[in-house]
């Protein structure tokens, strides 16, 4: 490593003012800081000084996503082998399914960075690490057979128009990465939701079959187009495990669970929001099995709309998200349970869209400045109700 160090020293002033590549300079600072923790301090001013800064808080994000990501990899190839009848073991499974799922990492980085890159550029500013992230999200909340020029156009609108477009990282009032998802479902919904896009058809490098028409649904799809209510799927470990059809990352619960935990543990992520959004999910659902309509999504066991679709994901990884969330203690909690209650009223009340956690959290990415807001008011009231006492 110092003879990278040196070597980056050695042709800094190139990159400076008056250097001949002066007009990269902040790319050149962009792969210096992601390589090497910034040498450079305080002045002045009143400062918190910390051991954990954005670069570490993106980082943590990224390895606590990897259990979902390499469960995913697997499972692409799992129901590809399982759905097309072809032979193959453990590696070949997930071989596959990492060739299929690597071009759309590679896609929505290369779209994602290349803009922020540009972006930096010109307007002279640092590059932020905060599409490393995003840059990870975005495959992961996606059907396997989403073609990759549609997820680059969606990737190019996210980060324009709900990032750069509000000042860049730290700014945005919206999950960049639920807004990819977002522009895809209502641009291109026959390539996000339905029986076709779940399974992948294609065999890659001599990997699986290779069929055409293929047709499998996700738990939640049978539930919502079940002409009863007692049309929805079984529970079963394979929700828990995550062998079922599902967007790439979303399906295991034990793997995103792994996620929480190191999230907690560095806590980088809120327990308050986090769990709010099950408990406020797991009594919209008892409180639809009571009393809710006569379909097979209302009357499916709470405990099964926790595990199902993008629900424990959702939670883990999109309702935590510090910029986009609440940030009062109390607020916290509220903004959570309204994430779950709304997430399950969504799949209930609409059978065209039986998924709902993109759409809550994006609903509540809006009400939280409003619930800080009321939470500081009430907080001041009381102070004030005190010292009148006094």
Request: charged share 15%; net charge negative.
């Amino acid at each position: 490593m110092s003879a990278l160090r040196n070597y980056l020293d050695k042709i800094k002033p190139n990159f400076e003012e008056g250097g001949k590549l002066h007009a990269f300079r902040s790319v050149f600072d962009g792969f210096e800081t992601f390589l090497f923790v910034p040498a450079s301090t305080s002045k002045s001013g009143t400062h918190i000084h910390d051991a954990i800064d954005s670069k570490r808080i993106m980082s943590l994000v990224v390895i606590a996503l990897i259990p979902a990501m390499l469960f995913g990899m697997y499972n692409v190839g799992y129901q590809h082998f399982h759905a097309t009848g072809a032979e193959g073991g453990f590696w070949a499974m997930f071989f596959y399914g990492f060739l299929a799922v690597l071009p759309k990492i590679i896609v929505s980085y290369v779209v994602g960075l290349g803009i922020e890159f540009t972006v930096a550029q010109w307007k002279n500013e640092e590059i932020q690490e905060g599409f490393l992230v995003s840059g990870i999200l975005i495959p992961l909340i996606v059907p396997i057979e989403c073609p990759l020029w549609i997820l680059a156009i969606a990737t190019a609108f996210a980060v324009i128009f709900a990032k750069e477009v509000f000042g860049g990282t730290g700014m945005n009032i919206f999950n960049v990465a639920l807004i990819t998802r977002a522009f895809l479902f209502f641009a291109y919904p026959t390539k996000m939701s339905g029986d076709t896009v779940w399974v992948s058809g294609d065999s890659i490098l001599g990997l699986g079959n290779t069929v055409d028409g293929l047709t499998v649904a996700t738990p939640l799809g049978q539930a919502a187009t079940a002409s009863s209510a007692t049309g929805f799927p079984e529970f079963s470990m394979d929700m828990v495990t995550g062998f079922i059809p599902g967007s790439i990352g979303e399906t295991s619960v034990i793997a995103i669970a792994i996620g929480a935990v190191i999230l907690l543990w560095t806590g980088v992520a809120s327990w308050k929001t986090m769990l709010s959004v099950f408990v406020g999910g797991g009594l919209m659902a008892w409180v639809f099995n009571v009393i809710g309509p006569d379909n097979a999504v209302a009357n499916m066991p709470w405990y099964e709309h926790l595990v199902l679709g993008g629900f424990c994901f959702g939670a883990v990884f999109m309702a935590t998200d510090p910029v986009t969330s609440a940030r009062t203690e109390c607020g916290k909690y509220i903004y959570g349970f309204l994430i779950g209650v709304m997430a399950i009223v969504i799949r209930v009340l609409n059978p065209g869209y039986p998924e709902g956690m993109m759409l809550a959290i994006l609903l509540m990415n809006i009400f939280a400045p409003l619930i800080d807001y009321y939470v500081v008011q009430s907080n001041i009231s009381k102070r004030e109700k005190r010292v009148a006492k006094v």
